[in-house]
């Protein structure tokens, strides 16, 4: 799979909402379990046969690159960012993909995603992007009254209602990178946005297997507690 892909991990945003935890320790290496929250994304990555990785840094940059030059799990090309560049800003800064296709990732996202199935998928559609999402499920608790004009016009039971949400691990052609612009703050989903606008195919893959967002101290507290129960493909 390396030969087909390149692959970028966004580490350069501040996580803020997960002070204090992120005050002197930039949220990529915040430890879920005995690791920090990166390194699992590395190993995954390196579990399907990926042999080097781009890592883009900003926020505490240092502190990143010290922990990741010490460890020889994988070869990392890092992008520094002078100033944030949002979530896929930085892919503008250097041109050294090999393919013509690049795997992004969020550092902060805890997965044990199928990538093969992932990268296949992509490749097998020929779309521009393919995004991956993960299933958010709101119990709504009472009847749904529907009206027209102050009228009832259905009541629907109490059910369940099921949103797909952006998972932060994209794949795109390496031709979406015009789309970005040159130094400026600029996220996947404003990408995504200007794809469509210009037409681009899109698909979505539903990750069926474990993925949490480590956004907000709910969420960090939570992959704490589900970390010694997840089996990923190293394993």
């Known amino acids: 799979m390396h030969t087909k892909i390149d692959v970028v991990i966004m580490a350069g ?13 930039p949220k ?19 579990s399907y046969g990926i042999p080097s990785i781009n890592v883009s840094v900003h926020h505490f940059s240092e ?9 020889d799990k994988i070869k990392i090309n890092f992008i520094t960012e002078d100033k944030p560049l949002g979530t896929i800003g930085a892919l503008k800064i250097k ?22 199935q992932f990268v296949d998928e992509f490749l097998a559609n020929k779309v521009e992007a393919l995004v991956a999402t993960a299933p958010y499920v709101i119990a709504l608790p009472h009847d749904i009254i529907e009206t027209k004009n102050g009228q009832i016009t259905t009541l ?3 059910h369940q209602v099921t ?11 390496k031709s979406c990178l015009e789309y970005i612009p040159e130094n400026t703050f600029f996220n996947a989903t404003d990408l995504i946005n200007t794809l469509l606008s210009y037409g681009k195919t899109i ?3 539903p990750i069926t297997q474990y993925w949490i967002d480590i956004g907000q101290h709910h969420d960090f507290k939570k992959a704490n ?4 129960d997840l089996k990923f493909p190293s394993q």
């Open 95 to 116: 041109d050294t993909y090999k393919t013509d296709n690049i795997l992004v990732l969020n550092a902060d996202v805890l997965t044990n995603i199928d990538l093969k």
């Open 13 to 25: 945003g501040k996580g803020s909402r997960l002070m204090p935890l992120t005050e002197h320790i």
């Open 63 to 71: 502190q990143i690159i010290s922990y990741l030059k010490a460890s």
């Open 156 to 158: 629907k039971p109490k």
């Open 203 to 205: 698909k979505t893959f």
């Open 28 to 46: 990529p290496l915040l430890k879920i379990g005995n690791k920090p929250i990166i390194e699992y994304n590395i190993d995954l990555l390196k």
């Open 163 to 173: 949103y797909n949400l952006n998972a932060g691990i994209y794949l795109f052609k």
């Open 225 to 228: 507690e589900d970390i010694n």
